[in-house]
Every structure is written in structure tokens, then in C-alpha cells.
């Protein structure tokens, strides 16, 4: 992880294979850390290591698949490695990585990011705010990754302006605690990090 401040070199990125994306959702949320998202639009490149994922698996009653298909969350059955994006509070976008095989609706959401690349126009597009609040926080991460409804069901393992990439940086150690936030299915630990990135959301009980 780089330190605050540091500027050091891009990492090469190599676009994810499919078959290279765990089918089991719970699988998938922990393989993704230290993995990077990828969107490349009009003004530039944005991409950001992602440090942070929380699992929404089959059956899970907090998770959007959980009363069947629906026009709303259609994308979430279109199999693994496809973007699901959804409004939340009316206000903010929320990035997800679908799972599973296709037609059974499962997914991960992408909580936080470690900026990488087109962190000016992160900063523009989050208001000017400071670099470790850029992508910290899944609201967050889809404003400063310009991420909308234009994204969902995008296939982020093909060739297209939003993709999953990996590198050669290696992945610090995988804490995992409960999900924030909910109401429902509150206990089970499913929320994953990459331990001491200063990156990474919520309370500093749940990121030790």
C-alpha cells in the first residue's frame, strides 16, 4: 500500500478472465480484494485497488435477489463478473459485482477503493474531497468511479469501458467482520478487507 502523499508508479493491469472470478459469492468477495476496477471514460482513465467488499450470497434475506428476479435487479442473474448497479436513498449509486451461475442472483458490493489512476477528476467529481475520502464508503466509490445506471449489467470481464483488472502488487492480510448498515441477516460475517489500508470504511472496531 503507498503511503499518503507517495507517488509512485501504475501498476500494469492484466483484465480478469471469468474463469479466473470464483463462482461462490462469498469466494468472490474475498478474491477481489486487492483486485482493481477499471472505468475508462471521455475525460480519462479512473481505477482504484479495491480494498473492501461485503457478500450478498444466495438465500441471504438482506441481499436484493432474495424475492426473485425482478426488472429492478435483473442484472444481478446474468452469472458472475457483471456489473449491478443500484440507487440508494435516492441519492447514491452503488457498485456490484454479480456471482453465481447464470439465472441464480447473488453479488458482492464493492465498499472501498485505494485510488490509482485520474485521482483530479476523482477529486472533481467528489467536490474536492480529501485523497483518503475519495472512494471510502460504497457511495463514494461509485461518484468518484462515475458509476450510474449506464454501467449496470455491463460485462466486466470483456472488452468495454468498465472492467476488472489484477496486477503483480501483492494483497496485504484478508480481515473480515459483520456487514454495515443493515437490518436484516445482521451476524454473519461477510464484509472483507485488506487489513491496515487506510482506504478502507467504517468503524474501527469492524477494520482492526
Same mark, same amino acid.
Given at each position: 500500500?503507498? !503511503? +499518503?502523499?507517495?507517488?509512485?508508479?501504475?501498476?500494469? +493491469?492484466?483484465?480478469? %478472465? !471469468?474463469?479466473?472470478?470464483?463462482?461462490?459469492?462469498?469466494?468472490?468477495? %474475498?478474491?477481489?480484494?486487492?483486485?482493481?476496477?477499471?472505468?475508462?471514460? =471521455?475525460?480519462? *482513465?479512473?481505477?482504484?485497488?479495491?480494498?473492501?467488499?461485503?457478500?450478498?450470497?444466495?438465500? =441471504? &434475506?438482506?441481499?436484493?435477489?432474495?424475492?426473485?428476479?425482478?426488472? !429492478?435487479?435483473?442484472?444481478?442473474? $446474468?452469472? !458472475?463478473?457483471?456489473?449491478?448497479?443500484?440507487?440508494?436513498?435516492?441519492? &447514491?449509486?452503488?457498485? @456490484?459485482?454479480?456471482?453465481?451461475?447464470?439465472?441464480?442472483?447473488? /453479488?458482492?458490493?464493492?465498499?472501498?477503493?485505494?485510488?490509482?489512476?485520474?485521482?483530479?477528476?476523482?477529486? %472533481?467529481?467528489?467536490?474536492?474531497? /480529501? $485523497?483518503? =475520502?475519495?472512494?471510502?464508503?460504497?457511495? *463514494? +466509490?461509485?461518484?468518484?468511479? %462515475?458509476? =450510474?445506471?449506464?454501467?449496470?449489467?455491463?460485462?466486466?470481464?470483456?472488452?468495454?469501458?468498465?472492467?476488472?483488472?489484477?496486477?503483480? &502488487? #501483492?494483497?496485504?492480510?484478508?480481515?473480515?467482520?459483520? *456487514?454495515?448498515?443493515?437490518?436484516? @441477516?445482521?451476524?454473519? #460475517?461477510?464484509?472483507?478487507?485488506?487489513?491496515? @489500508?487506510?482506504?478502507?470504511?467504517?468503524?474501527?472496531?469492524?477494520?482492526?
Amino acid at each position: 500500500m503507498k !503511503r +499518503l502523499g507517495e507517488t509512485i508508479p501504475l501498476p500494469r +493491469l492484466r483484465r480478469l %478472465r !471469468r474463469t479466473e472470478l470464483p463462482v461462490d459469492t462469498v469466494e468472490l468477495a %474475498r478474491y477481489l480484494i486487492g483486485k482493481v476496477v477499471v472505468h475508462d471514460t =471521455d475525460d480519462g *482513465r479512473l481505477s482504484g485497488r479495491i480494498v473492501e467488499t461485503e457478500a450478498y450470497p444466495v438465500g =441471504d &434475506s438482506a441481499g436484493h435477489a432474495f424475492r426473485g428476479e425482478t426488472r !429492478r435487479n435483473a442484472s444481478l442473474f $446474468l452469472g !458472475r463478473g457483471h456489473a449491478y448497479v443500484y440507487l440508494t436513498y435516492g441519492s &447514491s449509486f452503488m457498485l @456490484n459485482v454479480t456471482s453465481e451461475a447464470v439465472g441464480v442472483g447473488a /453479488g458482492v458490493l464493492l465498499r472501498a477503493l485505494e485510488p490509482l489512476a485520474g485521482i483530479d477528476q476523482m477529486q %472533481r467529481l467528489r467536490g474536492a474531497a /480529501g $485523497l483518503l =475520502d475519495l472512494a471510502r464508503g460504497p457511495g *463514494r +466509490l461509485a461518484q468518484a468511479m %462515475r458509476i =450510474d445506471f449506464t454501467q449496470d449489467g455491463l460485462d466486466l470481464c470483456a472488452a468495454g469501458p468498465l472492467w476488472l483488472a489484477t496486477t503483480q &502488487s #501483492k494483497t496485504g492480510a484478508i480481515g473480515e467482520s459483520v *456487514r454495515i448498515g443493515l437490518t436484516r @441477516n445482521v451476524d454473519r #460475517k461477510l464484509r472483507f478487507y485488506e487489513r491496515g @489500508n487506510s482506504y478502507v470504511s467504517g468503524p474501527k472496531r469492524l477494520s482492526g
